[in-house]
């Protein structure tokens, strides 16, 4: 059994050690098509809000090098399809302003939410029976729309895991990898602002 054991293990060495020589140097960009899943609208908030999308949040790519290779992941437009849907799902009136637009909102707003790419961090495996690991940190900055004040930092983190599979399954997986972290920090920040106080009393000012 022992023996097996240690076949099965060197045989899935020589793999990995093959499959990065096959890969050396190569840049693998990692498609990303997020549409969200259906969320709950709790109108939660009975406030109107600008929704303030930056060009760096839209089209932020993570990048990453190892062994030779760099592995890119353009998460900004799974990005705003994430901060849309939670400020719909949340907030009674949205009011999405972006960069380029400058567009003036239609009408006052109550409070100006603007998300910013805080931290991402990745971890590629060596080996093929470890996981590939991805986190994500967003910072949403809460403004009292009338004097800009800042009322709340709220960093909330989104996180997935995935075995990187072999050559030929190593698109898709990473590609199921991000849309499940976009998935998780959906979860994440509908909870963290439903459970805000801070948040409430601002919603409820007049």
């Not at 793999?15 to 096959?22: D, M, N, Q, W, Y």
């Not at 009338?146 to 909330?156: D, F, I, Q, T």
């Not at 995935?162 to 849309?179: L, W, Y």
């Not at 106080?197 to 409820?204: F, I, K």
């Amino acid at each position: 059994m022992k023996s097996c054991l240690k076949t099965s293990q060197f045989k899935a060495a020589i793999f990995s050690t093959f499959l990065a020589v096959a890969l050396a140097g190569c840049t693998h960009v990692t498609k990303v098509v997020y549409h969200p899943p259906p969320t709950p609208v709790t109108r939660q908030f009975a406030s109107s809000v600008d929704l303030r999308l930056s060009d760096a949040f839209c089209t932020y790519k993570h990048s990453k090098s190892r062994m030779g290779d760099k592995f890119e992941i353009p998460l900004g437009p799974g990005l705003r399809a994430y901060a849309t849907n939670v400020a719909e799902a949340l907030f009674e009136k949205v009011n999405v302003v972006m960069d380029k637009s400058g567009r003036p909102a239609p009408q006052p707003s109550q409070l100006i939410l603007e998300p910013r790419v805080a931290k991402v961090d990745e971890l590629i495996p060596g080996w093929l029976f470890e996981q590939r690991k991805l986190l994500v940190v967003v910072e949403w900055s809460v403004k009292d729309a009338k004097n800009g004040n800042l009322l709340l930092l709220l960093p909330v983190e989104g996180t997935a895991s995935r075995s990187p599979g072999n050559a030929f399954a190593m698109s898709d997986n990473a590609r199921v990898m991000v849309t499940e972290l976009l998935s998780n920090l959906t979860t994440n920040t509908l909870r963290a602002f439903s459970a805000s106080r801070e948040l409430a009393e601002a919603s409820n000012r007049k």
